[in-house]
């Protein structure tokens, strides 16, 4: 079993940054891909980014390209999100999940994922 924490939202305003951590506990995530979701209001859970196992591979959303950059230190059982320049529409709830796969990279469904945090709040003002 794994446990996930994310922590890091808050409220900014727009073209700030902020720093998302997902620690997780109960066993080690050294052999899982980890990625971010979020989600908006009335709107659906969407991809954001994840990083494979082995941080060889990663993997953004359109929206977060240029801008967000997923990291991990396995040795710390941390994964991060840096967001910079945020926008009013980046404002959501961003969870993190771990995925325990064969594959070599990760996937962008959420129903891959096993494990996931109950997230945290990012809300960017204009």
């Known amino acids: 079993q794994v446990r996930l924490v994310e922590s890091g939202g808050g409220l900014v305003q727009a073209g700030s940054s902020l720093r998302l951590s997902c620690v997780a506990s109960g066993r080690t995530i050294v052999d899982y891909h980890m990625a971010w979701f979020r989600q908006a209001p009335g709107k659906e859970r969407e991809f954001v980014a994840s990083?494979?196992?082995?941080?060889?591979?990663?993997d953004y959303a359109d929206s977060a390209k240029d801008r967000f950059i997923i990291s991990r230190d396995s040795a710390k059982n941390t994964v991060w999100l840096q967001m910079n320049s945020l926008q009013p529409e980046d404002t959501a709830h961003y969870y993190c999940?771990?995925?325990?796969?064969?594959?070599?990279?990760?996937?962008?469904?959420?129903?891959?994922?096993?494990?996931w945090g109950q997230g945290t709040q990012v809300t960017v003002s204009s």
């Open positions: 990083i494979s196992w082995n941080i060889y591979i990663s």
């Open positions: 999940a771990a995925e325990n796969s064969l594959d070599e990279q990760p996937n962008r469904g959420q129903n891959k994922y096993e494990y």
